[in-house]
């Protein structure tokens, strides 16, 4: 979980402690780095973000242009219009709205484009639900963002703090995805504590001249046409940029420590130390009851473990495997679904892939839970540690996911 | 380039007309493209402090091909059906970067689409950028056609007109449906200023421009020029020029402006509320090879819609003249 280090903290860097829903995090903090355009289309859970938005910037709070755009489509390619023309720019959105977005989630990171966006996630349509997984966000893994997974309101309010550094440092420039529950956090209140606004400045400074804007003191033609002959090599430096963004990212987390005391790493493990079975989560609702059913399975005596994926993209291959190495068995968690893979949980794909390239193999078992927020019990996690102690004796994986809470 | 500034006064004369370029020479369009032709000469008025958001269509692809672009001002393309959104990001960022003293840039932002990206897939976000009020222009280049993707219908292609998706067969002849009367949608906006042009009338079309980028202080602007694209209506590549003349000259394609709630027609469509002064249509109907197969009948019809067309820009001049 988050680490607060013994360092006395600046005591003026904390100006409150608020109860703040995930989503009122959010907006404080995007307030917090002082953005200049933001561009938004309401969506079931992402609504509050930009409601608040709109309040700070009708207030004067915020500084802004809030463009109430006519869709998600309309909202992402005004971001990328503000973002080539110089500005900070945030964006938030949710489920169809993401989907709705996919062309230009490509475009935004092929032109390089260092663009915040939050993404409570929620199961798609059909049959239509408004409730939380994490379905929209898998759709859209391989669209060259970078793309964080939080797990509380306080991690979600420093990741986009951190999310502006990263995105706008010149050796990434990339977008990035501050993701985490739709409801089960966008909408759960949690105490946050908010920083000076003038230190998050100092923290996120602005990095004029540091990439092509749309300027007519120096004219640039973004976006143009590239041949078989050139689409290659531009493609791969974004691919490339995505890759190496892994030392910036955690460059800034130290950084961000030294500043606000507060340190998240790419996967973060509890009791993982000497842990024979381990449940691999994503978000809050699945790593907080993982932990939960591990302290209950640690009092019977079987040595649980509970390992969190907080950077997404790029995939933290070499920082999981080093925390599963010791496993015995692992699970993994995914709450949401590749449906006609050859196992249908799209995260314990990543898993099972960076553990095999490492040269381990492991009894593993995907589990599907939490589709459109069907109750994860914590009985539910704690049996699947009893599931993964079968699975270690039996000494192979199972060929099919197992699909949780299923009626 | 650095001396050069938007026109100050209007454009009298060809005399007039600022001999700087800031598109091409270089980008690949066919020989007798009109569409290039129409972004030359708004170039010229709009001037070095313009930032140009294009959607995807034939000037796009052929004027940005890596690692060469034709444009000597800041220009992006991001999709076929958001120039309008990108074109409110950017005049947003420029708003929010110089009320905040970050940036100090006095530039124009222009959209620029085809038919097909302004009629069809990109209405939604011209209709939004439009409502919101943006101070952006926005230049429709009406090739009468998706002309990138080889000459296939779009809202904007006339009713009887050959293209690849609106074939001349047996049982259906050429498009069935009418043009979409895009300026009444635009204009229904009720933004500051809205008008009609064409590559054949340049100086009526270059004080449009004009007047355009001078009321974007007040909100949105849009030109709907016409442009003909030889291979893609089957004319000679001399004749682009000719055929958008006569598309006015016989009222086919009226020059008219919606300045500030004013409707006005413009020379020489203004003589053409009598309809013996425009030229036949057949004038304009002949030398294109995508109306060819027109039978008699067919061209009665299409005199009858240019006629209703006239009669509704009629009652219009008598509501808002
Ligand atoms: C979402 C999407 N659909 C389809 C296309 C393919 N496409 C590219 S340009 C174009 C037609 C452009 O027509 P128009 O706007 O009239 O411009 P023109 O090519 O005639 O200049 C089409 C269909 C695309 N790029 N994006
Ligand atoms: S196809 Fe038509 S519009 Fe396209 S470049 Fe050629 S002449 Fe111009
Ligand atoms: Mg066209």
């Known amino acids: 979980m988050t680490q607060v280090l013994e360092k006395q903290r600046e005591s003026s860097i904390v100006v409150e402690k608020k109860g703040l829903t995930t989503n009122y995090a959010i907006a404080q903090a995007v307030k917090d780095v002082d953005v200049d355009v933001i561009a938004a289309y309401p969506i079931t859970p992402q609504t509050t973000i930009i409601e608040k938005l709109a309040e700070y910037v009708a207030n004067g709070e915020l500084d802004a242009e809030f463009i109430p755009v006519e869709s998600e489509h309309s909202a992402l390619s005004a971001a990328v219009g503000a973002s080539a023309a110089g500005a900070r720019v945030f964006t938030a959105t949710s489920a169809q709205g993401l989907e709705l977005m996919h062309e230009i989630l490509h475009i935004a990171s092929g032109l390089r484009l260092p663009i915040v966006m939050a ?50 440092d010149p050796r990434v420039q990339l977008p990035v995805i501050v993701s985490y529950d739709g409801f089960l956090m966008s909408h ?35 976006g143009a046409l590239a041949t078989p002959d050139w689409y290659y090599e531009i493609k791969y430096q974004a691919i490339n940029a995505l890759k190496l963004s892994r030392s910036v990212i955690n460059e800034v987390d130290s950084e961000f420590n030294e500043k606000f005391s507060r340190s998240y790493k790419p996967v973060e493990g509890f009791m993982i130390d000497d842990a024979d079975y381990v449940l691999v989560t994503y978000g809050g609702a699945a790593t907080w009851n993982a932990l939960e059913a591990a302290k209950e399975a640690r009092d019977r005596g079987l040595k649980a473990g509970v390992l969190r994926i907080r950077l997404f993209r790029p995939f933290p291959a070499d920082d999981l495997t080093k925390a599963l190495s010791n496993a015995k068995a692992i699970a993994v968690v995914d709450r949401a679904v590749a449906p006609g893979s050859p196992i249908e949980g799209p995260v ?39 599931r993964l102690k079968d699975i270690a004796k039996v000494g192979k994986s199972p060929q099919e996911s197992l699909f949780m809470g299923l009626r | 380039m650095g001396m050069a500034k938007q026109i100050k006064v209007g454009i009298r004369t060809i005399w ?34 313009t930032i140009i958001a294009n959607a995807t269509g034939c000037i796009e692809v052929t004027s940005t091909q890596y690692p060469y672009t034709a444009w000597a001002v800041p220009y992006i393309h991001v999709a076929f059906e958001n120039a309008a959104a990108v074109a409110s990001g950017i005049e947003a960022a420029l708003k929010a970067l110089n009320r905040k003293g970050i940036a100090n840039t006095k530039a124009k932002v222009i959209a620029l ?20 009020g943006h101070g952006v222009l926005y230049v429709l280049y009406d090739n009468e056609a998706y002309m990138n993707t080889g000459i296939q219908r779009s809202g904007g292609t006339p009713r009887f007109a050959w293209t690849t998706t609106s074939p001349v067969g047996s049982k259906i002849r050429g498009k069935v449906q009418s043009k979409k009367d895009i300026m009444s949608i635009v204009i229904a906006h009720r933004i500051p200023y809205a008008a009609t042009a064409s590559i054949a009338y340049p100086i009526d079309f270059m004080n449009k421009v004009k007047k355009a980028l001078d009321a974007l202080d007040e909100g949105p602007a849009f030109l709907h020029v016409f442009a003909p694209c030889p291979p893609g209506w089957r004319i000679d590549e001399s004749k682009t020029v000719e055929i958008a003349r006569l598309a006015v000259d016989t009222g086919v394609f009226p020059l008219y402006e919606w300045d500030h709630g004013k409707f006005r027609l413009n020379p020489p469509s203004n003589a053409h509320i009598d309809k013996s002064k425009r030229k036949p249509l057949i004038n304009y109907i002949k030398p294109q090879g995508r109306f060819a197969h027109m039978k008699e009948d067919e061209i009665k019809a299409m005199e009858a819609e240019v006629d209703n067309y006239w009669d509704y820009l009629i009652r219009l001049l008598k509501a808002f003249g």
């Open chain 1, 119 to 168: 993404v409570p996630g929620r199961a798609l349509s059909a049959p239509i639900s408004i409730h939380g997984d994490y379905q929209d966000l898998m759709n859209i893994r391989d669209t060259g963002w970078i793309i964080y997974i939080a797990s509380t309101a306080q991690e979600a309010y420093d990741t986009i703090i951190e999310a502006f550094r990263v995105a706008e």
């Open chain 1, 188 to 222: 759960t209140t949690e105490p946050v504590e908010l920083y000076d606004p003038k230190v998050v400045r100092e923290f996120t400074p602005r990095r004029l001249n540091t990439r092509p804007i749309l300027n007519p003191e120096k004219p640039t033609t973004i």
């Open chain 1, 348 to 386: 314990f794909k990543d898993v099972y892939i960076a553990l095999h390239m490492a040269g381990i193999d492991k009894p593993m078992l995907s589990v599907i839970h939490g589709l459109s927020q069907r109750t994860m019990y914590i009985r539910d996690f704690y049996e699947l540690y009893y």
């Open chain 2, 16 to 49: 007039d007309v600022p001999k700087e370029e800031y598109f091409g020479p270089g980008q690949l369009t066919c020989a007798g493209c009109g569409p290039s032709l129409a972004v030359r000469l708004m170039l010229k008025v709009a001037g070095p402090n």
């Open chain 2, 113 to 132: 689409a085809g038919d097909g990206g302004t009629y069809d897939i990109g209405i939604q976000a011209l209709s939004g950028m439009l409502e919101r």
